[in-house]
């Protein structure tokens, strides 16, 4: 790191910019090289609990899809991956499963028959 001090105004003007560039990407952008998105949704669910999730979908050319989901308060990036019904996206240890406007977060620590740490958010 630079100190401060050795800082022209011009650069710190620079970094100032790029900084609030950096703070104005939304969930509505999603820029990959060679990923050209199709189309992109963003859907609220409601799950047990009383807990919320917003979830950003992003669906390219391609056919790969891409979900954007809060874990632990924190975004993560799922990728999708084969299932047998319903459309699974993967992020580290997390699965997003969703059946039609149902979903599902399973964390795999947990272990291979347990419950999901997020249980029966529907779309509203």
Known sequence: MFPLA????RTMVGLM?????SA?????????????????????YQCEGGKSLT??????????????LPVDGKP???VDTIAASGVKYMAGRY?????GERGD????????????VTAACTAK
């Open 95 to 99: 699965t997003w499963w969703t059946k």
């Open 17 to 21: 910019a790029l900084s609030l560039l």
């Open 76 to 78: 993560m990036l799922f």
């Open 55 to 68: 979830v950003t979908y992003w669906n390219s050319q391609a056919g790969q899809s891409f979900a954007l």
């Open 6 to 9: 050795s800082i022209d105004r």
């Open 105 to 116: 977060l399973y964390d795999a620590m947990a272990g291979a028959n347990a419950a999901p």
């Open 24 to 44: 104005c990407a939304t969930a509505d952008t999603f820029h990959a090289p060679g990923v050209e998105v199709a189309s992109t949704s963003t859907h609220t």
